[in-house]
T-cell receptor, first 114, second 111 residues
Framework: DGGITQSPKYLFRKEGQNVTLSCEQNLNHDAMYWYRQDPGQGLRLIYYSQIVNDFQKGDIAEGYSVSREKKESFPLTVTSAQKNPTAFYLC?????WGQGYEQYFGPGTRLTVT | DAKTTQPPSMDCAEGRAANLPCNHSTISGNEYVYWYRQIHSQGPQYIIHGLKNNETNEMASLIITEDRKSSTLILPHATLRDTAVYYCIVIATGSARQLTFGSGTQLTVLP
């Protein structure tokens, strides 16, 4: 089955450590996105990538980094510079040019930093 | 992108139709209406989208008023698994930017 996978589902880290969240898709989508969701709130865009080897900052990119070396993979690193890293992180992908703009989401990774 | 307004919560009896309204009075001509839902602690799920004609798929129907200032998402036979937060958003097609979710409508399907 085609889809987006994120791992792990739950992640715990100590303050000051960098952590990398995995996102893989086998939908052959060009665009991929990382969002952050805090309790009771909507989505905020961290980074997005339209094609391989290209990515752009979203609204809250500070303290995060990404890479897009393969079409299928878009890992997100939460660095120690991110002041409030505890959140629910969602990865999504979409076909940029086609019949619509549907984004397909992974199951999310809930990161807790103490 | 145009702003949307949705009621914060709604209940629906299992097996009945759930009708979720959305106001988007400032929508412009090139903006589509999209609906997503998010079940607690899961990633959002795309449901349906439309421009000005009514649309139907295997999940739901979307009714857009003639002036496009409001729309209604219809789940024809709601089940307990349809309990989720439903988000209505408007966005210009081809825009490679983020989805901006408002607070949505918490739909609770009651047994």
């Amino acid at each position: 089955d085609g889809g987006i996978t994120q791992s792990p589902k739950y992640l715990f880290r100590k303050e000051g450590q960098n952590v990398t969240l995995s996102c893989e898709q086998n939908l052959n989508h060009d665009a991929m996105y990382w969002y952050r969701q805090d309790p009771g709130q909507g989505l905020r865009l961290i980074y997005y990538s339209q094609i391989v080897n290209d990515f752009q900052k979203g609204d809250i990119a500070e303290g995060y980094s990404v890479s897009r070396e393969k079409k299928e993979s878009f890992p997100l690193t939460v660095t120690s510079a991110q002041k409030n890293p505890t959140a629910f992180y969602l990865c999504a992908s979409s076909i940029l040019w086609g019949q619509g703009y549907e984004q397909y989401f992974g199951p999310g990774t809930r990161l807790t930093v103490t | 992108d145009a702003k949307t307004t949705q009621p914060p919560s709604m209940d629906c009896a299992e097996g009945r139709a759930a009708n979720l309204p959305c106001n988007h009075s400032t929508i412009s001509g090139n903006e589509y209406v999209y609906w997503y839902r998010q079940i607690h602690s899961q990633g959002p799920q795309y449901i349906i989208h439309g421009l000005k004609n009514n649309e139907t798929n295997e999940m739901a129907s979307l009714i857009i008023t003639e002036d496009r200032k409001s729309s209604t998402l219809i789940l024809p036979h709601a089940t307990l698994r349809d309990t989720a937060v439903y988000y209505c958003i408007v966005i210009a097609t081809g825009s490679a930017r983020q989805l901006t979710f408002g607070s949505g409508t918490q739909l609770t399907v009651l047994p």
